[in-house]
């Protein structure tokens, strides 16, 4: 048996996958696999989700050290889920790769279920911000699988996980990883990763993975201020201390979070785990990765940020308050709305005086921040948008099937629905003529997330 990996040869097999499969696809894929390959290939249940799906597990190989993958932490992230599909069968079709990589790994392709089915009016195109926009779906922070793990923190005690976060904790206690990938993606950028031990010697080719796929990195601003950079397009994974810390920092008060930690700030109390993130967008523009001056300075940019993110919300905000009495506590659309909202009115005071902490904020931004700041934010910023109209859709259609019809509720919300559908299609052909977007291939991203995982759980194998 050879014992060595080629890992370009794994990725170039990856397939040209035009759509993104559906739950019940992956489901019965993944029993398709079971029953080819019964004597490598493993299910069982993990647990069920909140509407009781159930969550399968796929178990291959019988390695020394362990590994868990699991795809659609968020499930608005379906890439990673296409890439489990990809990687679960690799491993049950070569003998040489499950030795060489000396792994049992287990595989969750889609560990959220119940959010995914919520966004599958996207997942089979066509793929435009307006389409993207109009059928995304992500739950509020107390509901988000990978934002569900038990923590105590200064005055942070959460310990409310959900039934799909308690499944990943009994098999993070049970198998102790050695390796964990959570597979997520961003929507719109560059590629980017996240880590939990600095790695120097593998950051060079987790950024040759991209770029050979002709996807730029994201050199921009972070996802967040605090988070850590270890080397370009490579960061600390962050945890929920590190928000907590910045937000006490520069406002001088506790912050108000009602979610717990990351999988990987669980994973680390566990074993001694490397966790693996690797952010990829569907849509992307040469700016995020153009690193010349531009006309403003860095302080600047930050602020119209600022400002544009509080003019949004505020409009959002007299948006839903139009017909708040209508408005159920089992809207999922309507959760992370909301806590956007009160969460941009806290982030806002502590991101100006970060802006206003150094003097570094006061040199020429890069054309990346600038953008960053400006137009990635401008289409995340869209996003609540969508789901501030879903949120009428679902209003519409409950009310629409109860007995006792509330005709006056209904046309109040129709009207405001049609007003917001509106106001969402001229906002993605504003966002359309800004950007000069081009939209990245599922096997492109797939490979670049295999090949991402392959880099890291083979020098794991070596080195540990």
């Keep these: 048996m050879n014992n060595t990996i080629n890992i370009q040869s794994v990725v170039d097999r990856v397939p040209d996958y035009k759509v993104f499969l559906t739950v019940d696809e992956m489901d019965e894929s993944t029993r398709q696999l079971a029953e080819e390959f019964p004597d490598i ?53 070569d003998d040489n790769l499950r030795e060489a990589l000396g792994f049992t790994w287990y595989i969750i392709k889609c560990i959220d279920p ?18 993207y926009t109009k059928h995304f779906f992500r739950p509020v922070g107390f509901e988000q699988v990978e934002w569900t793990f038990p923590v105590d923190y200064k005055e942070l005690h959460f310990h409310d996980p959900l039934p799909e976060t308690q499944a990943l904790m009994h098999i993070i206690d049970e198998i102790k990883p050695e390796f964990m990938y959570s597979l997520h993606n961003a929507g719109f950028g560059g590629a980017y990763w996240y880590i939990s031990k600095d790695i120097p010697k593998i950051y060079e080719d987790l950024r040759s993975s991209a770029l050979k796929q002709g996807v730029a990195l994201s050199l921009g601003e972070p996802e967040a201020p605090y988070i850590k950079e270890f080397s370009p397009a490579v960061f600390q994974i962050m945890g929920v201390a590190q928000s907590y810390d910045y937000t006490e920092k520069f406002t001088g008060k506790a912050p108000t979070i009602h979610s ?23 849509f992307f523009d040469e700016r995020v990765q153009n690193l010349s001056e531009g006309d403003i300075t860095r302080k600047e940019a930050l602020l119209k940020n600022i400002e544009m993110n509080k003019n949004h919300y505020a409009q959002l905000k007299e948006y839903l308050n139009e017909v708040r009495p209508y408005l159920t506590d089992r809207n999922p659309f309507v959760k992370l709305v909301d806590q956007i ?16 902490s150094s003097l570094e904020f006061e040199q020429p931004a890069k054309i990346a921040q600038i953008f960053d700041n400006l137009y990635t934010a401008k289409f995340y910023n869209g996003l609540s948008l969508g789901l501030s109209v879903r949120t009428y859709d679902y209003e519409i259609a409950r009310l629409e099937k109860e007995e006792n019809i509330d005709l006056e509720a209904i046309e109040k919300l129709k009207k405001n ?20 977007y081009s939209v990245i291939s599922i096997q492109k991203l797939v490979r670049i997330q295999v090949e991402s995982g392959l880099i890291v759980a083979s020098h794991i194998n070596k080195n540990k």
């Design 41 to 93: 290939v493993t299910v069982f249940e993990a647990g069920k989700s909140r509407n009781g799906h159930s969550i399968e597990c796929i178990k291959i190989g019988n390695g020394k050290k362990n590994a868990l993958c699991f795809a659609c932490p968020h499930p608005n992230e379906p890439i990673g889920a296409m890439t489990m599909e990809y990687f679960s069968r690799a491993l049950a079709e």
């Design 260 to 282: 717990g930690t990351s999988s990987a700030d669980y994973a680390s109390t566990k074993a001694d785990c490397v966790t693996l993130l690797t952010e990829l967008p569907y």
């Design 341 to 356: 909202i009160v969460h941009q009115e806290e982030s806002s005071e502590a991101k100006k005086n970060w802006a206003s």
């Design 417 to 436: 629905h049609r007003q917001g559908a509106k106001w969402l299609e001229e906002y993605c052909k504003e966002l359309e003529n800004e950007l000069n």
């Design 114 to 131: 119940d959010g995914a089915r919520l966004n599958e009016g996207w997942f089979k195109g066509p793929f435009n911000i307006y389409n």
